[in-house]
């Protein structure tokens, strides 16, 4: 079987030490001759680059591992490129977030005045990263997930028109199902989803059984209402405090589920839907960041260090032998993304996507693509989050039909308000900036947007252009 070579784009990141487990895990199933991580920040890389060192001499020996800052030894003959950066970092990232509610506005990384924000560094470095690698990897395939990625998809579109290989991807319709399925004893694997949206704002009114074609949607909605309390209180009771981020979302989505009894909606939606019991959930003191970086980034990096010192994994509390074993390595190609998704892996709808590319599998995923008549009433420009069938050579969209008047409205909103921040981005237009703030569903006043404009000009610096 090929050995792929792969490079892991945002090497610093927090999520690249699970990655990496996953890689070794997947050692059957998704063979790797050669690993590389890549950031621009040399610190961080380095915390998580000499963890690697000790996870892969014990569990991946004959695996050629590395960690670089130069882009040639990076990308140079690599067949997957997985792309998670976060331009500006965190410190940019407390200013997305914190900036708005001076405004008494919703500070959120990827939604409102936020997510412009990070959108405009993000377009940026990610039309750079993307050249990079095709400089030295032509047909490499590149996945990214780095947010926000409605954004970055709408102008990677435009810069890399006939990039068949350059796919956008998201988490969370994944860990939505994975949220609700449980509930009528539903396994993802068995299902294949019907759903639409722009990125972080989208709703499956789909879920077919592989085999039979039943739709487990009607009985899903069906359980839900007829055991809301029961439901209400199960989700309640696993928010483990105030800065349980997800959990709290959680309940607030089943909430929206109640309001809205006739799809499955994306948690994000909730922003847009429901924008002052979004605002209420943080403040200009506290928000999101605060919870990473006392919490996930913490962890992580602690994590990755304490491993360093001690040299080894095997043999200690840290030992992951017992995840690498033939529960997580199947004969039949087709059946093993089923088993990762079956047993909570981390990033299975990554492991799902990369493993109908290699084995030409044709499964069904989400992914954003251009919309060209998928969805008729809506533009035909936007890059739609819709299912499609994952083949070696290209992914190809299935038909949606129309979309209701309500969820209509709420996507022409968003898109234009991303498609003229992404005119503002390549055009360095000062107006188009203005009148993508003054859009957005969030802000929706040109004064606020005026204000927000200037503050975020104030802090990002070298990250944005110049908009004249």
């Not at 892996?345 to 008549?373: F, Q, R």
């Not at 409205?409 to 921040?421: H, I, S, T």
């Not at 188009?432 to 006043?445: G, H, M, P, S």
Request: aromatic share 12%; charged share 25%.
């Amino acid at each position: 079987m090929k050995k792929y070579s792969v490079a892991i784009c945002g090497g610093g990141s927090t999520y690249t030490p699970d990655m990496m487990e996953l890689l070794c895990m997947m050692q059957k199933d998704f063979p790797l001759k050669k690993l590389v991580l890549y950031d621009i920040d040399k610190n961080r890389q380095e915390i998580v680059g000499k963890f690697g060192e000790v996870m892969f001499k014990e569990y991946y020996p004959e695996l050629e591992y590395s960690y670089t800052l130069d882009p040639k030894e990076a990308f140079d003959g690599i067949d997957f490129a997985f792309v998670q950066i976060r331009a500006g970092g965190m410190d940019q990232r407390n200013n997305d977030e914190k900036i708005p509610y001076e405004f008494n506005c919703i500070g959120q990384e990827t939604c409102g005045p936020g997510g412009l924000s990070y959108g405009v560094r993000s377009v940026v470095q990610m039309i750079d990263l993307i050249k990079d690698i095709r400089t030295y990897s032509k047909d490499a395939w590149i996945i990214n997930y780095s947010n926000p990625a409605a954004i970055v998809a709408e102008a990677t579109k435009r810069i890399f028109p006939y990039d068949k290989k350059l796919v956008n991807i998201c988490d969370m319709p994944t860990s939505v199902l994975d949220a609700y399925l449980p509930l009528i004893n539903v396994k993802r694997s068995q299902i294949y989803p019907k759903y639409f949206g722009l990125n972080h704002l989208g709703w499956f009114t789909g879920l077919y059984d592989k085999e039979t074609g039943h739709d487990y949607l009607p009985d899903l909605l069906q359980y839900v209402e007829s055991h809301y309390e029961q439901i209400h209180e199960q989700f309640e009771n696993k928010i483990k405090g105030k800065d349980d981020h997800w959990g709290i979302t959680f309940l607030n989505h089943l909430e929206m589920l109640h309001d809205f009894p006739y799809s499955l909606p994306n948690t994000y939606n909730l922003y847009y839907i429901y924008p002052n019991k979004s605002l209420a959930h943080y403040s200009l003191e506290h928000t999101r960041y605060d919870e990473v970086i006392n919490g996930r980034e913490k962890m992580v990096f602690e994590y990755c260090k304490k491993i360093t010192e001690l040299g080894r994994m095997k043999g200690t509390e840290y030992d992951i032998s017992s995840k690498i074993n033939p529960n997580y390595a199947v004969d039949n190609p087709q059946a093993a993304a089923t088993v990762y998704a079956d047993n909570d892996v981390h990033a299975a709808y990554l492991v799902e996507l990369v493993l109908s590319i290699i084995n030409n599998s044709n499964d069904i995923a989400l992914v954003m693509t251009k919309n060209n008549g998928i969805c008729p009433n809506l533009d035909n420009e936007m890059m739609l989050e819709v299912a499609c069938r994952i083949g070696k050579e290209e992914i190809v969209p299935l038909n949606y039909g129309t979309v209701p008047a309500f969820e209509k409205g709420l996507l022409e909103n968003q898109f234009a308000c991303e498609k003229l921040l992404v005119d503002a981005i390549l055009e360095k237009n000062s107006l188009k900036l203005l009148q993508a703030f003054t859009e957005n569903r969030i802000v929706r006043d040109a004064e606020l947007a005026k204000k927000l404009i200037q503050r975020f000009i104030d802090v990002n610096g070298e990250y944005w252009p110049q908009f004249k």
